[in-house]
């Protein structure tokens, strides 16, 4: 028996993820995001397959770098339209028992003070099944619908970001002691004032007095997501997070992530043990390989190159319209998303013209971020290996026709898995941090930056 498979799905709350073009599949039913019952059945499906939890991921403006314009991403769907990862949270709660579910959040335009209260929220509502993916936002329509002339500088977005997180660490660890609220029918008590603080925050970005709205909710602070390649993202999620979405253009690169972020935690003084690993995943899975490559031709028939090109723009920084085509692609830092302008550039053996680079991108095949093609055995067979090669702890699992790619995920793929012994056959009790840690780590850890502001 090997390493139990921690499992996520990875969607957004909209038209389109990364399947881009995929929206125009007879079977897709990507169209009825915008219904609670489409949640209600995504949430039942994963319970169904055991999957740890839903990942949602987020972003807050329009992909408008490729061809210095908004029309290929609004015309596409490339994650627009798009509405807001947690207010569908409660409703999938209410269906499921043990799923969680990974919202993310930007510090780069929310206040502390207010997402504190949400995600406080959020846990009481789901009994402790929420976790926070923070991001710092890249895009420079982001920061221009919230009153910025530009993008914050990339290293700039962390120092915010390392203030944004001591602020909700003192509101969700430090102001409400836990037998703060009483409930004292005789005395007329309902929360002992005394056992409610202020945190008197003031910082360079954050002025934040508290006490926080919210009583303690059953993680206190949510299971904390983290992605972020850059080196300063490395140092940030070595730093806080629990849960870390790695990437890599190889098995060699995945490890060599994985193990940098594990080091700097322990050197920070962190059990490295205590940071789970996770990767992105597409799955083309038939009762024959011939079924499953005709799957993926089916599929790249309608893949859409301009609104790949669109996408990766907005998160690289790299408008490919502007180059010549047989132009050597070469690396140049930018405030977009450090790792992804790296892809093709740095992370690549030999060098590749901007024409070849399109093609990649525009092309729908195995190359196309993490993908496994075949049967179910097929399948078991490469996310096994990806996860003795890497040190992987689990997956983000991308799907490319919603929901049929994740049925056929459950159906075929699950059962497999769990013959092998690497997949949870049924749920652990507890929070989302026990299921993932153990029984008895419903709050984080004493080696962990919060707990310094933990009362008692």
């Known amino acids: 028996m090997g390493k139990r498979i921690i499992m996520n799905a990875f969607d957004m709350n909209g038209a389109m993820h990364n399947s881009h073009g995929l929206w125009k599949h007879p079977d897709s039913e990507r169209h009825r995001y915008t219904e609670l019952a489409y949640w209600a059945e995504m949430a039942r499906l994963l319970e169904r397959g055991r999957f740890d939890a839903l990942f949602l991921a987020d972003v807050v403006g329009i992909y408008d770098v490729y061809k210095q314009s908004r029309d290929p991403a609004i015309r596409d769907a490339v994650q627009v339209p798009l509405n807001d990862p947690a207010l569908i949270v409660p409703a999938m709660a209410a269906v499921t028992e043990h799923l969680s579910f990974a919202v993310t959040v930007t510090t780069t335009y929310e206040h502390p003070y207010a997402h504190a209260r949400r995600f406080s929220t959020l846990d009481h509502l789901t009994n402790g099944r929420i976790a926070w993916n923070i991001v710092t936002s890249y895009l420079p329509n982001a920061a221009l619908n919230h009153g910025l002339d530009g993008m914050i500088k990339h290293d700039d977005r962390y120092e915010l970001a390392d203030e944004f997180l001591e602020v909700v660490y003192k509101l969700w660890e430090g102001s409400w002691e836990a037998d703060a609220v009483v409930r004292d029918v005789v005395r007329g008590v309902y929360a002992e004032p005394g056992k409610v603080h202020r945190i008197d925050h003031e910082g360079r970005f954050f002025t934040v007095p508290g006490p926080h709205l919210s009583e303690p909710s059953p993680q206190r602070t949510p299971v904390l997501y983290q992605a972020g390649s850059s080196e300063r993202g490395r140092d940030f999620a070595a730093k806080h997070a629990e849960c870390v979405f790695v990437g890599g253009n190889s098995a060699a690169s995945l490890r060599s992530n994985i193990e940098a972020i594990r080091n700097q935690a322990e050197r920070l003084g962190r059990d490295p043990r205590r940071i789970k690993m996770f990767t992105g995943l597409n799955v083309v899975v038939g009762n024959t390989r011939a079924e499953a490559e005709n799957k993926l031709k089916d599929y790249a028939a309608l893949w859409s190159p301009e609104a790949a090109l669109a996408q990766f723009g907005g998160s690289s920084g790299y408008d490919l319209s502007a180059y010549a085509p047989d132009e050597y692609l070469a690396y140049k830092a ?21 024409k070849e680079v399109m093609e990649r991108i525009g092309t729908l095949d195995r190359r196309q971020g993490r993908m496994l093609v075949g049967t179910p055995a ?17 997956f983000n699992l991308a799907h490319l026709i919603t929901p049929g790619s994740l049925r056929e995920f459950v159906d075929l793929v699950v059962p497999e898995l769990q013959r092998r012994g690497i997949y949870q056959t049924d749920y652990e009790p507890g929070t989302l941090r026990e299921k993932l840690f153990g029984a008895g780590n419903r709050l984080l850890p004493k080696d962990h930056a919060a707990s310094q502001y933990r009362r008692g």
Do not use: C, F, W
């Not at 490469?382 to 996860?387: A, F």
């Open 378 to 394: 097929d399948i078991a067979d490469g996310m096994q290996e990806q996860l003795e090669e890497t040190g992987l702890d689990g």
């Open 334 to 354: 930018t405030d977009h998303g450090q790792s992804r302008a790296a892809q093709y550039t740095k992370h690549v053996p030999n060098r590749l013209t901007v």
